[in-house]
Structures are given as structure tokens and as C-alpha cells.
């Protein structure tokens, strides 16, 4: 069983910038896809980045490639979003979800925690 709590969100001016933390526990992470997920107010769930633990590769959607960076700290066990030039589409609460490296769904959620960006 996999744990995992979101943490660094937040209120922040169009413009700014905002680390966003996936912090896991109960095993390793080390054979699991971690990947970032929102949801804003009246809209389904999308997906927004996901890195692959051991292999480095990561994959956004269009919508924040250029502006959100996600990275990885093994020693850990914690997956990070580092979300730049933040817009008020970006507002949303943001989820982190894990999946094992060779299945298409993602078996293992946080809570969320809330990105809000004023204009």
C-alpha cells in the first residue's frame, strides 16, 4: 500500500510560482509512475505531468510544457511540481497519483491540496 500526501499550494498572483510536494510512504516509489493531476471548480479531472521513478522520463500536457517542471528526490521518496509563469486557468486543486510502471491506471491517490492564482 502506497501513501501519498500533497503538500505547497496555495494563493498566488498570475505571474508567480509555486513548488508543489508528493511525499510517499508505506513502500518505496522506486517501480511506480508518479504523476500530477487537477481538477478545477466544474470541470473533470485532467491529467498534468507524470515522471517515471527510475528511468527519468517525464511527459506534460501542452497546456504546461514550458512553465511546470516535475523532478523526483529518491533519498525521499518524493515527487515534485515546480509550476512557474502560474495563469488563472492553472487554478484547480492538484493531485498526485501513482501507477506501476507497466499498467494504464493509476491505483494509488493523495487528497489534493488547492492552487489558486488571482489575476
Known amino acids: 500500500q502506497v501513501q501519498l500526501v500533497e503538500s505547497g499550494g496555495g494563493l498566488v498572483q498570475a505571474g508567480g510560482s509555486l513548488r508543489l510536494s508528493c511525499a510517499a510512504s508505506?513502500?518505496?516509489?522506486?517501480?511506480?509512475?508518479v504523476g500530477w493531476f487537477r481538477q478545477a471548480p466544474g470541470k473533470e479531472r485532467e491529467f498534468v505531468a507524470h515522471?517515471?521513478?527510475?528511468?527519468?522520463?517525464?511527459y506534460y500536457t501542452d497546456s504546461v510544457k514550458g512553465r511546470f517542471t516535475i523532478s523526483r528526490d529518491n533519498a525521499k521518496n518524493t515527487v515534485y511540481l515546480q509550476m512557474n509563469n502560474l495563469k488563472p486557468e492553472d487554478t484547480a486543486v492538484y493531485y498526485c497519483?501513482?501507477?506501476?510502471?507497466?499498467?494504464?491506471?493509476?491505483?494509488?491517490w493523495g487528497k489534493g491540496t488547492l492552487v489558486t492564482v488571482s489575476s
Open positions: 515522471i517515471t521513478w527510475n528511468g527519468d522520463s517525464t
Open positions: 508505506g513502500r518505496t516509489l522506486s517501480s511506480y509512475i
Open positions: 497519483a501513482a501507477r506501476a510502471m507497466f499498467s494504464s491506471a493509476y491505483t494509488y
